[in-house]
């Protein structure tokens, strides 16, 4: 009689234990949700001494379940902190980028502005104006150029018109020359001559 209490004792045990070992199975198991799912489909009806009913559950399952609420809301604390913190670095990443983005824009720019204007005198004008003022001056030194030669030409012919009137000039004295000594000879030639004839009659 005493073997059997024992065994029948025994056999609770074993039962009990596979159903708390079976519920903590289920009650591990799935999300939040179904946790709680699971908690509400193994808690028992009771009625009061009033006649009320109302729900009893296992504080063993109501620990875990605690125990895996809190987890899953401390997960979700870390996920969130993770996320904000990645957000930002993303939004410091964007931030840097745009800031990157501005410089190198604004070289951009001035590179342009550089390309595009030249460097005259010490001012910056633009390449419009300074081929303008280019071809302005060159085209006011080949004038200037056009001038001179015309200039030189018409000096070289007024000087080869003066050096042909001076060379006929010359011509004309030399000529001139010659006549008057011929005359100075034959007057000298005259004189000489009376001379002798007055000697030649005294």
Do not use: P
């Amino acid at each position: 009689m005493k073997s059997l209490k024992l065994y029948i004792l025994a056999i609770l045990c074993i039962s009990f234990q596979f159903s708390n070992a079976q519920e903590t199975e289920s009650i591990n198991q799935g999300s939040i949700d179904d946790q709680f799912e699971f908690v509400l489909r193994k808690s028992g009806n009771f009625k009061g001494t009033n006649g009320s009913a109302y729900e009893a559950v296992k504080r063993s399952m109501f620990v875990t379940l605690q125990a895996h609420t809190n987890d899953t809301i401390n997960t979700l604390k870390k996920t969130l902190s993770d996320t904000r913190h990645t957000v930002a670095t993303q939004e410091k990443e964007i931030n840097d980028l745009k800031a990157n983005l501005n410089t190198t824009q604004s070289t951009l720019t001035a590179t342009n502005e550089e390309k595009n204007n030249m460097a005259l005198l010490g001012m910056q004008t633009s390449k419009t104006n300074y081929n303008i003022i280019m071809w302005t001056i060159v085209a006011a030194l080949l004038a200037l150029l056009l001038f001179f030669i015309y200039k030189f030409k018409n000096s070289n012919a007024i000087t080869k018109a003066a050096n042909l009137k001076l060379s006929e000039v010359e011509e004309e004295f030399e000529e001139h020359r010659k006549t008057a000594l011929e005359r100075e000879q034959k007057v000298r030639r005259q004189l000489q001559d009376e001379i002798n004839k007055q000697k030649g009659t005294s």
